[in-house]
């Protein structure tokens, strides 16, 4: 780990509380969901971590909880620095604050967020989902989502599969 | 047409185009997926008054495989064969970002030779994928012959893919560890006859397109974002380097030993489309520069691992020694296990950071391995500089930005 990064990971830790780990000289910093957007905009004007390169999640289900890591990824292009926060997140239907005013690459970062994990990111100035069809049901990259397949559908049975395709819960 | 006659989710749409667009006063315009324009299958919904673009909503999402889920169903080995598919353009740096990753979880060495080869692809790729860019960009200014020349040169970068990986575009010939085998001998001199060869050809295309006026009024001053703005958004690689900063991540934070390779971030100041286009045929030279040198130095020795506990052994070793036989039973059926925690790699892919971040879980599988594909980061953009300008612009934007739709969509 740089040496520059560690009174960044010091001002994390007195004001939000962060807690701090190294692993191959990698530094993380987990916060608590109710500071991301202050901390994100405490590391953009007051450290110089003016790139967001980076934001997606990893799913502990069953084992851990809380169930969500959201994982952001910060770089400071002056210095060289890179930082990742992980924000974890409890419950089956987590919700995450948006990022978008502070770094508008967010936006699609969350989108995916949303569509792939389900979890609701709350102010999100157009949070549809960005990979899957609009009319799709479940989060893929959640564990308990199984990895399926689709079934080929023939002339002599479109109809008898097409019954049992995922429909809109609507 | 008015928005509500429109045959996709009108309602959800209404927060990102004008007010206008309820009237009928501006026009909702599907551009793709199929437009040979969009360089893929990217669907752009166009609100148009008359030429003018008013809104450009982007739709991704129609390569999408699964990839990342499917990674956790597999072996850390066998899981890279999919890496390939992903930036179908940059076969070789999807890999060399998938290895480099791995490696770094488990702590992992690789031998110099290897790393030497592994830089000589990894800038023979960035050209062919520039090649492509060029040659679709230029096609889609209507300069058609330029698509001819460039597919002409990427097919001998094809060939020598094919020579050392057996495939041309699906190599799969990075492994963790090292390579999947040594180079043959015919790889030096169709490396040395490509790199000499190679210059004329871009002083070619150079006289066919810097001075040309058609494609000068097509790319000045079109699609301008400010360095601030590209870093807002973030935006890396070629076109975060043609709006003037020198961002690249073989200086800022080497790997594969790019520290010892005398080369030039490339970098223009007007953040247009002319700019970007500047950068990349700058890079042309820059890249040979590199392949150059690292053929120059080219060490001798091994080109994998001798860490038997994740590099399986040669075939040679199979008749003769038992514990190759273990080793190599071991790591076919089980594979190898990670440590449970997660890094992130970035590497320069010829679009700009590719980013995997991968976390193990004390298992022989991926527990999650994302990808962070510059296409998907810098089409972000395209919504905010594409505003106010013609539609054929737009498909000159669009060709600057380089997006491959297999890498914005995973």
Redesign the interface.
């Given at each position: 780990m740089k040496a520059e990064l560690q009174p960044v990971l010091d001002a994390l830790q007195s004001a939000f509380g962060a807690h701090i780990s190294e692993?191959?000289e990698?530094a993380k910093a987990a916060l608590a969901v109710e500071h991301i957007v202050e901390a994100a905009r405490t590391l953009r004007d007051a450290h110089g971590f003016?790139?967001?390169?980076?934001l997606?999640a990893?799913?502990y289900w069953p084992e851990r909880q809380p169930r969500f890591h959201a994982?952001y990824?910060f770089k400071n292009?002056a210095q060289?620095l890179?930082l990742?926060v992980r924000v974890p997140l409890g419950g089956d239907e987590p919700k995450l604050p948006t990022l978008s005013e502070v770094?508008?690459?967010a936006?699609?970062h969350e989108r995916e967020l949303w569509d792939?994990f389900g979890i609701h990111v709350t102010d999100h100035?157009?949070l549809?989902?960005?990979?899957?069809?609009?009319d799709w049901v479940g989060h893929?990259?959640r564990k308990d989502?199984p990895?399926g397949y689709e079934e080929v559908q023939f002339s002599f049975n479109f109809k008898e599969i097409d019954q049992r395709k995922p429909r809109p819960q609507d | 047409m008015t928005i509500s006659q429109l045959e996709i989710?009108h309602d959800?749409l209404k927060?990102?185009v004008s007010e206008r667009a309820q009237t009928g006063e501006t026009l909702l315009l599907n551009m793709g997926p199929q437009h040979p324009s969009t360089h893929g299958v990217l669907r752009l919904l166009l609100e148009l008054d008359g030429e003018i673009v008013v809104n450009c909503i982007p739709d991704?999402?129609f390569l999408?495989t699964?990839i990342?889920?499917?990674m956790?169903?597999k072996t850390y080995e066998k899981a890279e064969v999919m890496t390939d598919r992903l930036d179908y353009l940059n076969t070789m740096g999807n890999n060399l970002a998938y290895c480099l990753a791995v490696e770094?979880?488990v702590?992992l060495d690789v031998p110099e030779r290897a790393q030497a080869i592994r830089v000589i692809f990894a800038e023979l790729q960035r050209i062919a994928s520039h090649l492509v860019w060029l040659g679709t960009h230029a096609l889609d200014l209507a300069a058609m012959s330029m698509f001819f020349y460039c597919l002409n040169q990427r097919e001998r970068i094809l060939d020598i893919m094919e020579m050392c990986a057996g495939q041309r575009m699906m190599t799969t010939y990075f492994r963790p560890g090292g390579l999947w085998r040594d180079v043959p001998a015919e790889f030096v001199p169709a490396v040395r006859a490509f790199i000499d060869s190679f210059p004329a050809e871009v002083d070619l295309y150079e006289g066919l397109l810097d001075k040309n006026p058609i494609f000068l009024d097509r790319t000045k001053g079109i699609g301008i974002y400010t360095a601030e703005e590209g870093?807002?958004?973030?935006i890396?690689g070629p076109s975060l380097r043609g709006s003037g900063?020198a961002?690249d991540l073989r200086k800022?934070?080497p790997y594969s030993g790019y520290e010892q390779y005398d080369f030039e971030v490339c970098t223009e100041d007007a953040g247009d489309v002319y700019a970007r286009y500047r950068v990349r045929m700058r890079e042309f030279r820059e890249s040979l520069k590199i392949v150059r040198q690292a053929l120059d130095k080219l060490p001798g020795g091994a080109v994998r691992s001798n860490n038997r506990k994740f590099v399986p052994p040669p075939r040679a070793e199979l008749g003769e020694s038992m514990e190759a036989v273990i080793h190599h039973f071991k790591l076919w059926t089980e594979g190898f296990p990670a440590?449970k925690?997660?890094?992130?790699m970035?590497v320069e892919s010829p679009r700009g950071?590719l980013?995997v971040?991968l976390?193990g879980d004390g298992g022989p599988k991926p527990?999650?391995c994302?990808w962070?594909t510059p296409s998907?980061?810098n089409l972000?953009?395209l919504p905010k500089i594409s505003k106010g300008c013609y539609v054929a612009d737009l498909v000159a934007i669009i060709g600057s930005i380089d997006i491959v739709l297999g890498d914005t969509?995973?």
């Open positions: 692993f191959r990698q003016n790139m967001l390169a980076g997606s990893v799913d994982v990824e292009i060289k890179r990742e770094f508008p690459n936006n699609w792939m100035p157009d549809r989902r960005i990979l899957m069809p609009a893929p990259l989502y990895l | 989710t959800e927060h990102l991704i999402g999408h699964g990342e889920k499917n956790e169903a770094k979880l702590d870093i807002a958004w973030g890396t900063i961002y800022e934070e440590p925690n997660s890094i992130y970035p950071e980013g971040l976390e527990y999650r994302h962070r998907f980061v972000q953009i969509d995973r």
